[in-house]
Structure formats: C-alpha cells, structure tokens
C-alpha cells in the first residue's frame, strides 16, 4: 500500500453552524497525532467557488494523497465539493466526506459534547474508510436500445406498447 501518511483533513466551519455546536478547534488538536494525517486544518467554509480554490490549492496533487473533509451531508452542499475539486483535477475516490453539520452538529444542537464526540467518531471512520479505498478507472458503459418485456398480460402489453411509441 501506497504511503497512509498522506491524508489531510479539513474541517469545514460552515460559518457556525458546525463550529457553534461542534468543538472543532478540540477534534483537530485530537486528530494532529493521528498516525494516519500529515496535518488538520480548520476552514470557515468549504462550499463556496472561492472556498473550493483555496482547498484545491492545499491538496497535494501527488499520487496517493488521500482527503478527509468534514462538512454537511453530500445531498446539502458536499456534492458541490466534491464536483468542484473534481473539476480542478483532484481524484474524486481519493476523497472522503464526512457530515458534521446534519448528522452532528444539527441533530444534537442541545448536546455538543455528544455532537463533538460523534463527530470525532465519523472522522475516525472516514479515515479509516479513505485507508482501505483503491482508485478505479472510470468505464464508460455504452446502453443499447433493447428491451425484453416479459408477460403478456394488461401490463406486459401496456409496457410493450409504451415502448414500441418510444422507438
């Protein structure tokens, strides 16, 4: 296996609504000794074009560099993250993101130890998740224009008829 020693973290702030529940400054000074990270940054946000620069800027490009984020969930902004790193050349399987704002910080809004412990939970597991991934090439899958409708009943007719007016 490639060097483990090449994963960076970065915490996203999300302009309070981690760091105001979340004690990200304790999760990163805890994760500074991680035998996995080469560093632990904290960031006031990680969504914005501007903020995707700058990530993009501190990742390595080097083979084998691996890249925590801890931000919001990937269906609110962290596919926006991950497509603008994508674009700006960075190897999407070499990235892992872990939800600290809707599954922490937002859940447990009256109890941020609670959230602080479970964020350094997923953190943990998302390290060790980014350890055991392998790069893949991308395949492209051409479709072909065939269809096999079985049953010749109401809806077996209704869908073969459908089809034949789709071409």
């Not at 959230?115 to 939970?121: G, N």
């Amino acid at each position: 296996m490639e060097d483990s020693k090449q994963t960076r973290c970065f915490l996203c702030e999300c302009y309070g609504e981690i760091a105001n529940i979340v004690d990200l400054e304790s999760l990163r000074k805890g994760l500074e000794h991680h035998p996995q990270l080469v560093s632990c940054e904290k960031m006031k946000s990680l969504c914005l074009e501007e903020n995707i620069d700058e990530l993009a800027k501190r990742i390595p490009q080097s083979p084998g560099c691996r890249v925590l984020l801890g931000a919001c969930s990937f269906l609110a902004k962290g596919d926006t993250i991950l497509s603008g790193l994508q674009a700006r050349g960075i190897d999407p399987s070499q990235i892992e993101l872990v939800d600290l704002r809707e599954s922490c910080a937002w859940i447990h809004r009256d109890d941020p130890v609670s959230a602080t412990q479970k964020a350094r939970d997923l953190i943990n597991m998302g390290i060790a998740a980014l350890m055991q991934r392998n790069s893949s090439e991308e395949l492209t899958i051409e479709p072909r224009q065939e269809v096999l409708v079985i049953g010749a009943g109401p809806a077996g007719i209704s869908a073969a008829a459908a089809l034949i007016k789709l071409g």
